[in-house]
């Protein structure tokens, strides 16, 4: 019972919250990208925040407890570098514009509806079923810590994130982001410092875990490749995976709307570099414990099904109660942020990106900003209810909507700034057949079962149709003039950036950044390649 109503306790916080923050809301640049006045700390916690969900937390966790822990870690630092490349090939000319939503970046730079409507399209398809896959997480947890059926569980969590975020807007769920960023930094490092402790410290669980029968190679480079539960057939496929899905994960870092669009709530274009360092380091740093810490729960429990909830019942069953709670309540402000920035992001881009498509009547700051609260409000109850009816597939679902950015934004967000070429009619041709692409064929693979070799990835096939749609789409066509201002007007760096003193403290940044990688490497060292070696070496 201690556990649910520390659940309860947070969810009444973040909801007074965003009740105090809503009442600051006067108008649209308030709303939507909390008046461009966010600092370092800010920004850097809704990068996090609205990356980790209940996908990391208990599907990615429930995937290293399931063999794959090593191969996550391979994978994490492609994916992870997508914050600095990101920021730095697009998301600081994203915040230049200085539009109020992703699409209408696009929008903007060539100069056409058209194109915005198709990428908020987009945006409310695939950040649509992401957040069908959180809210089915959370829903999933909060059954289970409160004895509660799935349906009214799922009530009380659609209820929970919807009403800050309807209120306050991207001011709530920026300063919500950052406290259940801490929360969760703080659950899971220390969870999982605790669990490979109560192991015996590293050795000892490398120990056992070398031994652990039916999951043999759970600590090698590739992970279980043998055996009934294999999800790879051999190390080669398995690698090949993980570092393609990684360079996915990097675009979608990059370029996705629930990440780059924090970037224009930053107070200039020097936070936004230094949030995409910080955000970085992050990351690394908190995956290391995670992998580590979700494969040592088979020390304790080789035989949790599903393997999603892992990381659950060690803290209802291994760690004291006091950092129980706070890791379940991490877990559950891990998904309540990312389903707050999917809720916001779809719910704009429907009423800032879409509706003016049909409705073309002009509103007054007041009158468009009750309109996006209805909007945001009747797609929630969409999501309410596709979510109820939905089987459970959190890691699934996840992951599907997420790899849906990466051809179909991917190709348009990086020409659009460094080709001129590229025209209106080209940049949607490639968006629509890299997310069609993604979504018939990696559908077929995740639910009716279709096998693809892996050269024959559907995100690397989705990447070529994009760039395929941009070339054949272009041909022929002129670029347009205002859309080749707007590109030129971003290209110029603001004057308040270029002031030796920002700078300066940016460079900082990238030096402490470079310098705590290196004490990621020592702590991997220390927690994994060191005790594998000495038991590796006793055995033989």
Known sequence: MIFAAGVICSFLVYLVIGTLVGRRVKNQSDYYVAGRSAPTILVSGTLVASFLSTVAFMGEVGFAYDGYAVLMLILTPLNASGYVIGVLLFGRYLRRSEVLTVPEFFGKRFDSRALQAVAGGTVLVGIGAYLVAVTQ??????????????????LVVWVAYTAF???????????????????????????????????????????????????????????????????????????????????????????????????????????????????????????IFLMLGGATINVFNPDISPSETAFIWAAKNVLPVWLGVIVVTGIVAAGLSSAAAFLALIGFSAAHDIAPNFLRTERDERTALRFSRAVMLALGLVVLAVTYFSPPAVFTIGYFAATLFAASWGPVAVLCIYNERITARGAIAGMVAGF?????????????????????????????????????????????????????????????????????????????????????????????????????????
């Open 137 to 154: 997480g959370m829903s999933l947890l909060v059954s289970d810590l409160m004895g509660i059926n799935f349906g009214i569980a799922l």
């Open 165 to 287: 975020t309807l209120i306050s807007g991207s001011p709530g769920v920026l300063i919500n982001d950052t406290i259940m960023f801490f929360i969760f930094m703080v659950a899971g490092v220390l969870g999982m410092l605790y669990l490979i402790g109560e192991a015996g410290g590293p050795s000892a669980m490398v120990s056992e875990l070398v031994g652990l029968e039916g999951k043999q190679g759970i600590l090698s480079p590739h992970g279980v490749v043998t055996g009934p539960n294999a999800a790879y057939g051999s190390p080669a496929e398995a690698v090949l995976w993980a570092v393609t899905l990684g360079i996915v994960w990097a675009t979608i870092v990059a370029v996705s709307p629930w990440q780059s669009s924090r970037y224009l709530m930053a107070k200039n274009e020097h936070v936004s570099v230094r949030s995409g360092f910080v955000a970085m380091i992050c990351v690394l740093f908190l995956y």
């Open 436 to 540: 069609l692409t993604v979504l018939v064929l990696q559908g077929l693979v995740e639910f009716a079962g279709v096998v693809l070799p892996i050269w024959a990835d559907p995100v690397v096939l989705g990447f070529a149709a994009s760039f395929l749609g941009i070339f054949v789409g272009s041909l022929g066509q002129r670029q347009n003039e205002a859309g080749l201002e707007f590109r030129q007007s971003i290209l110029t760096v603001p004057t308040e950036d270029t002031e030796p003193g920002k700078v300066t403290r940016t460079g900082r940044f990238a030096l402490v950044t470079a310098a705590l990688s290196g004490l990621l490497i020592l702590t991997l060292f220390i927690f994994y390649f060191l005790p594998l070696s000495q038991t590796l070496t006793a055995g033989t």
